[in-house]
T-cell receptor
Framework: DTAVSQTPKYLVTQMGNDKSIKCEQNLGHDTMYWYKQDSKKFLKIMFS???????INETVPNRFSPKSPDKAHLNLHINSLELGDSAVYFC?????????????FGNGTRLTVT | SQELEQSPQSLIVQEGKNLTINCTSSKTLYGLYWYKQKYGEGLIFLMMLQKGGEEKSHEKITAKLDEKKQQSSLHITASQPSHAGIYLC????????????FGSGTKLNVKP
């Protein structure tokens, strides 16, 4: 069973389009995250939700909007996609919002904006 | 600026050789985590170190956290091609408990 699953694995789209990435975890964790990994492999946190409540919102353009329908799901919607949005987006979950437990990651969604 | 600095950025070693990857912070860390990322895949949790001076081992990988909790090293003994990937350190920075920062990663290739 996959613990943290994200879909799609690959996403190729044109500038200006709107797209969504879905994430689900079956670990029973309360906290979920979205990270962006750039071309240099640097991982940067974007959002964090704890039990459907937004607790971290980094300096991310308003075009990015996370949505958590329940604590097992955290989806990422991106409006008006730009070339600079091309990256790998990772979803993660943790049983502890205070970061005392390790993060469990999905396999990533490679987004390419043309 | 980056909260965690990793070195080296990339490493190519011959199979069977030992290697060390370092992770350094200017601040005292609340826990230091090591992850491995295989190319095109997600991150796999390797080890977590919480106490100053702590050392943990798993198979041929050993991680240490210094007494000041500002530096960690990951040592691989007798490397194998299966060790290839990107190694990332991650940590919680004291002034921002809800955030988990990652180092820039070390890309490891092991030549058979």
């Amino acid at each position: 069973d996959t613990a943290v699953s994200q879909t799609p694995k690959y996403l190729v789209t044109q500038m200006g389009n709107d797209k969504s990435i879905k994430c689900e975890q079956n670990l029973g964790h309360d906290t979920m995250y979205w990270y962006k990994q750039d071309s240099k492999k640097f991982l940067k946190i974007m959002f964090s939700y704890n039990n459907k409540e937004l607790i971290i919102n980094e300096t991310v353009p308003n075009r990015f909007s996370p949505k958590s329908p329940d604590k097992a799901h955290l989806n990422l919607h991106i409006n008006s996609l730009e070339l600079g949005d091309s990256a790998v987006y990772f979803c993660a979950s943790s049983q502890d919002r205070g970061m005392r437990a390790p993060l469990h990651f999905g396999n990533g969604t490679r987004l390419t904006v043309t | 600026s980056q909260e965690l600095e990793q070195s080296p950025q990339s490493l190519i070693v011959q199979e069977g050789k030992n290697l060390t990857i370092n992770c350094t912070s200017s601040k005292t860390l609340y826990g230091l985590y090591w992850y491995k990322q295989k190319y095109g895949e997600g991150l796999i949790f390797l080890m977590m170190l919480q106490k100053g001076g702590e050392e943990k081992s798993h198979e041929k990988i050993t991680a240490k956290l210094d007494e000041k909790k500002q530096q960690s090293s990951l040592h691989i003994t007798a490397s194998q091609p299966s060790h290839a990937g990107i190694y990332l350190c991650g940590a919680v920075i004291p002034y921002n408990f809800n955030k988990f920062y990652f180092g820039s990663g070390t890309k490891l290739n092991v030549k058979p």
